[in-house]
Nanobody, 124 residues
Framework: QVQLAESGGGLVQAGGSLRLSCAAS????????MGWFRRAPGKEREFVAA????????LYVDSVKGRFTISRDNAKNTVYLQMNSLKLEDTAVYYC?????????????????WGQGTQVTVSS
């Protein structure tokens, strides 16, 4: 069992930066694939980024490549999402998710555990 808690959301102007954190409790955090998803008002949940526990391979949705960086600190049981050059369209509730193994890390259905989400609002 893994419990996840996101933090770091808030209101930021376009072009600004935020760093989201996802603190995990439970066993063997280091053995979980981790992902970030988001849901904007009136839209479906969308994959943002993922990081494998084996090898640390990272994946990103095209719209955030070059702007967002996912990383993890297994010693602190925390995964991060550094978001730079934020755009209005990045406004959403951001969720972190965990899976022992995500065969399709871009698919929300492959994740077993979810946090409650943190709101990110980008203003003009």
């Amino acid at each position: 069992q893994v419990q996840l808690a996101e933090s770091g959301g808030g209101l930021v102007q376009a072009g600004g930066s935020l760093r989201l954190s996802c603190a995990a409790s439970g066993r063997a955090f280091g053995n979980y694939d981790m992902g970030w998803f988001r849901r904007a008002p009136g839209k479906e949940r969308e994959f943002v980024a993922a990081i494998r526990w084996i090898g640390g391979r990272t994946l990103y949705v095209d719209s955030v490549k070059g702007r967002f960086t996912i990383s993890r600190d297994n010693a602190k049981n925390t995964v991060y999402l550094q978001m730079n050059s934020l755009k209005l369209e990045d406004t959403a509730v951001y969720y972190c998710a965990a899976a022992p193994f995500a065969s399709r890390p871009t698919d929300w259905a492959d994740y077993d555990y979810w946090g409650q989400g943190t709101q990110v609002t980008v203003s003009s």
